[in-house]
């Protein structure tokens, strides 16, 4: 079966870092995204990555280890406006997302 | 406003009852997802489309379940005898895509209560 995991909660400092982990068991794979997600909103995207190695956008940045089937997310002088689930989806080899439950993430001051 | 757009955003509804919700997609979107997302979980796929042709629908969806695309612009997703367990947000997600790796661009829900 495909399996996306991830933590459920997490908390953090605002001004602080945080990590969010997500491993993958999928048939095949065709890049990774990431996805923010406000209480209530759609889902936003934050990243995609298809190569080993760290994307960095701005404040954010997101990791990928092929070969672990591992990638994680980074939120740097983290913000309360940061408090948010954050989604995991990989595209299998059939092309399709397989999404994980997401994590959420709770900013206190 | 050239995002996706969703319609209604809520529906209140009695089981047994039909509904149709519609979507919109950015204009030039080739691609149109149906998702559902129930609370605390990632969003289901339920059906996708390029351009008008319905490519691929989840196994999950019952034949309650219907999605139409003409003309390969705005969608409609209808279910029919709604049932309690139908009750989640419906999102609509679009995307152009030449080689299956394109960004998802999503719409802001409609939300289902099935009383």
């Known amino acids: 079966g495909q399996n996306i995991d991830q933590p459920t909660e997490m908390t953090a400092t605002e001004g602080a870092i945080v990590q969010i982990n997500c491993t993958y068991q999928t048939s095949g794979f065709n890049g990774l995204f990431w996805y923010q997600q406000h209480a209530g909103e759609a889902p936003t995207f934050l990243s995609y990555n298809v190569l080993d190695g760290l994307e960095e956008k701005g404040r954010f940045s997101s990791f990928l280890s092929r070969s672990k089937g591992y990638s994680y997310l980074l939120l740097k002088e983290l913000q309360m406006k940061d408090s948010a689930s954050y989604l995991c989806?990989?595209?299998?080899?059939?092309?399709?997302?397989?999404w994980g439950a997401g994590t959420k993430l709770i900013i206190k001051p | 406003d050239t995002g996706v757009s969703q319609n209604p955003r809520h529906k209140i509804t009695k089981r047994g009852q039909n509904v149709t919700f519609r979507c919109d997609p950015i204009?030039?979107?080739?691609?149109l997802y149906w998702y559902r997302q129930t609370l605390g979980q990632g969003p289901e796929f339920l059906t996708y489309?390029?351009?008008?042709?319905?490519?691929?629908k989840s196994r999950l969806l019952s034949d309650r379940f219907s999605a139409e695309r003409p003309k390969g612009s705005f969608s409609t997703l209808e279910i029919q005898r709604t049932e309690q367990g139908d009750s989640a947000m419906y999102l609509c997600?679009?995307?152009?895509?030449?080689?299956?790796?394109?960004?998802?661009?999503f719409g802001e829900g409609s939300r289902l209560t099935v009383l």
């Open positions: 997600a679009s995307s152009f895509q030449r080689d299956f790796t394109g960004e998802l661009f």
């Open positions: 989806a990989v595209i299998d080899s059939n092309y399709q997302l397989i």
């Open positions: 489309f390029q351009n008008e042709a319905q490519l691929e």
């Open positions: 204009s030039e979107h080739n691609r």
